[in-house]
């Protein structure tokens, strides 16, 4: 597609469930991230994947918290056990670099309430 | 390990002055910079960035930001501000080798007064 399209757009959960958030990147971008923003905050790294190397997952903040990417496209992220504050609105990006140049797009993000 | 600093939480300005957005960064290597801007419930939108090249570079909507290395600088800038340039604006870096997640600062709110 033209952008990078994230579903759902809003979700609210009970405490305790698991969530699953999908990002569907630009087609032909090597790289997708996931971000983590909490209200009126900056852009917290969640986890990137890069091709078909292993994800740099250094930015997850629990064990509650994985992410995978299918056939090196869309990605899902998934909350365990959510609490309160894993409420947040969760972006995702893809990136491309081509001779030199580089580029990200984000995506609108998916809010997440744990109520 | 790479960061950014925007160090003002919200700049004033009034509408027709010139605006300036600071940013300073620390990177092992050499920096990609970028700027984004979110308006309220949206996604980041992309303003610039610096990859190589001439240290002035020039954005969406009149916005452009200067490229300073020897003071670790990227400060975005635009002549004359509109009302409709309110928005939160991030400062975002990465070197140009190696780990390719963008490390973002912490966001500056302009606010443009009529």
């Known amino acids: 597609g033209a952008g990078v399209s994230q579903s759902p757009s809003n979700k609210v959960t009970e405490k305790g469930k698991d969530v699953e958030l999908r990002c569907d990147p630009i087609s032909g971008h090597t790289a997708l991230y996931w971000y983590r923003q909490s209200l009126g905050q900056g852009l917290e790294f969640l986890i990137y994947?890069?091709?078909?190397?292993?994800?740099?997952k250094s930015g997850l903040p629990s064990d509650r918290f994985s992410a995978e990417r299918t056939g090196g496209s869309v990605s899902t992220l998934t909350i365990q056990r959510t609490q309160q504050e894993d409420s947040a609105v969760y972006l995702c990006?893809?990136?491309?670099?081509?001779?030199?140049?580089?580029?990200?797009?984000f995506g609108s993000g998916t809010r997440l309430t744990v109520v | 390990a790479q960061s950014v600093a925007q160090p003002e939480d919200q700049v004033n300005v009034a509408e027709g002055n010139p605006l300036t957005v600071k940013c300073t960064y620390s990177v092992s290597g050499n920096p990609y910079l970028f700027w984004y801007v979110q308006y309220p419930n949206r996604g980041l939108q992309f303003l610039l960035k610096y990859i190589t090249g001439d240290n002035l570079v020039k954005g969406s909507y009149g916005f452009e930001a200067e490229f300073n290395k020897s003071q670790t600088s990227f400060h975005l800038k635009k002549p004359s501000a509109l009302v409709s340039d309110s928005a939160l604006y991030f400062c975002?870096?990465?070197?140009?080798?190696?780990?390719?997640?963008?490390?973002f600062g912490s966001g500056t709110r302009l606010q443009v007064q009529p």
């Open positions: 990006a893809s990136s491309f670099m081509d001779r030199g140049q580089v580029g990200y797009t």
């Open positions: 975002a870096v990465r070197a140009d080798t190696g780990r390719r997640a963008l490390t």
């Open positions: 994947f890069q091709g078909n190397s292993a994800p740099d």
